[in-house]
């Protein structure tokens, strides 16, 4: 079985400072690991995606996240925050025997002028 | 590629009423799911389809809910009655596996449904 968790509901952060948003998972099987951005009134788009090979990923808009098997992990970063990241951010993970996907509960990011 | 696309964008209905909110997943997609998001509980994964059989509803909350899939290219969610709580936004999203699962879904614009 598989699980998220995300820690912080709510992130706030100045434009141009380092956006962390945390994501930690667990499974029982390796796993495939995802960021989803939501805007506001809007589906989930998918930002990036960590199957295999390479543990830092590259996104959409600047972001990347970096998968560590060790700490369960699978952080969303990026270097300067801009006005139009203010979205809703999920995790999710899932099993690579053709399990559904579990998502994390979101982080709400806002980027303060 | 049009995306998955959902109608209607917004259903302002009365209690009691049936409400028929409709999907069309990417072409060539063989998974479909039905999700709904509320503040309280997130995403919520309802029921999902694989070549258009129903896979697993056990995410469906009553007996009031109810979706078919008659074809690769359609799905619908119906409620009936509808209830206030059943208001939230209902998304759909398709995916592909062709036997790996490392395929995203792709998720459509949502329906807002809110029951009055």
């Known amino acids: 079985a598989q699980s998220v968790t995300q820690l912080g509901s709510h992130v706030s952060v100045s434009e141009g400072a380092l956006v962390l948003l945390r994501c930690n998972y667990s499974s029982s099987v390796p796993p495939y690991l995802f960021w989803y951005v939501q805007y506001p009134n809007q589906g989930l788009q998918l930002l990036l995606k960590y199957t295999t090979g390479a543990t830092l990923v590259k996104g959409i808009n600047g972001f990347e996240a970096e998968f560590k098997k060790s700490e369960t992990s699978f952080h969303l970063t990026k270097p300067s925050a801009h006005m139009s990241d203010a979205a809703e951010y999920f995790c999710?993970?899932?099993?690579?025997?053709?399990?559904?996907?579990?998502f994390g509960p979101g982080t709400r990011l806002s980027v303060l002028p | 590629d049009a995306g998955v696309i959902q109608s209607p964008r917004h259903e302002v209905t009365e209690m009691g009423q049936e409400v028929t909110l409709r999907c069309k997943p990417i072409s060539g997609h063989d998974y479909l799911f039905w999700y709904r998001q509320t503040m309280m509980r997130g995403l919520e994964l309802l029921i999902y389809f694989n070549n258009n059989v129903p896979i697993d509803d056990s995410g469906m909350p009553e007996d009031r809910f109810s979706a078919k899939m008659p074809n690769a290219s359609f799905s619908t969610l119906k409620i009936q009655p509808s209830e206030p709580r059943d208001s939230a936004v209902y998304f759909c999203?398709?995916?592909?596996?062709?036997?790996?699962?490392?395929?995203?879904?792709?998720f459509g614009s949502g329906t807002r449904l809110t029951v009055v």
């Open positions: 999203a398709s995916s592909m596996t062709g036997g790996r699962s490392n395929y995203g879904y792709t």
């Open positions: 999710a993970v899932r099993g690579n025997y053709g399990q559904n996907f579990v």
